[in-house]
């Protein structure tokens, strides 16, 4: 069965700090890499993709992969209340024939 | 452009009965994908259609069944429904399929008593 492993946290930031988020995953084919966020009792939002080693910014999201270590992690910066959230990894299996999610870490950005 | 949309938002049945949701994508996206989030278990993936064919399956009973329309809508069905069936069940449409960027639906709460 192939996994992907977040940490649970909590993740607790203070306003305008990075935020760390780091997934590890364990089919070595895979091929494509999303972070969502999902807010309580609502359901999860893209906020970004990544296909190839290395960064990918969008605006106050880095997304970093890693596929020789098999790990992808999400840089915030700037953090703001509004972040705290739960921010699940997503991974697609190397066949493409499923999209195999980490159970997702909790982040909490205090003012 | 019109997200993707799920009816009904709650739904409360009892164990025994069946139930059906309903997904509709965003225009032009073909590919949509279930999925069931509880607590225990996180977000776990059902299966996927793509041009009105189940093109890939998760490790869900044959209780859990689904179909596609030819305007991409979706429906998805479960049977003889048991108290682990309470869950938020997701929709998700996609361009062509799940390595694709996945966009959700607002889900669909499933209470079993």
């Known amino acids: 069965q192939k996994e992907v492993e977040q940490n649970s946290g909590p993740l607790s930031v203070p306003e305008g700090a990075i935020a760390s988020l780091n997934c590890t995953y364990s089919d070595r084919g895979s091929q494509s890499f999303f972070w969502y966020r999902q807010y309580s009792g609502k359901s999860p939002e893209l906020i970004m993709s990544?296909?190839?080693?290395g960064d990918k910014e969008d605006g106050r999201f880095t997304a970093q992969l890693n596929k020789a270590s098999q790990y992808v992690s999400l840089l915030i910066r700037d953090s703001q209340p509004s972040d705290s959230a739960t921010y699940l990894c997503a991974v697609n299996n190397q066949a493409g024939t499923a999209l195999i999610f980490g159970k997702g870490t909790t982040l909490s950005v205090s003012s | 452009k019109a997200g993707v949309t799920q009816t009904p938002r709650y739904l409360i049945k009892t164990r025994g009965q069946q139930v059906t949701l309903s997904c509709s994508p965003i225009?032009?996206?073909?590919?949509v994908s279930w999925y069931q989030q509880t607590p225990g278990q996180g977000l776990q993936f059902l299966f996927e259609?793509?041009?009105?064919?189940?093109?890939n399956k998760g490790n869900f009973p044959g209780r859990f069944s689904g179909r596609q329309f030819s305007n991409s809508r979706s429906e998805m069905n479960v049977s003889t429904l048991e108290l682990g069936d309470s869950a938020l069940y997701l929709c998700a449409s996609a361009l062509g399929g799940l390595r694709d960027e996945q966009y959700f639906g607002p889900g669909t709460r499933l209470t079993v008593t």
């Open positions: 225009s032009g996206h073909r590919s």
């Open positions: 259609y793509f041009s009105e064919t189940q093109r």
């Open positions: 990544i296909y190839s080693n």
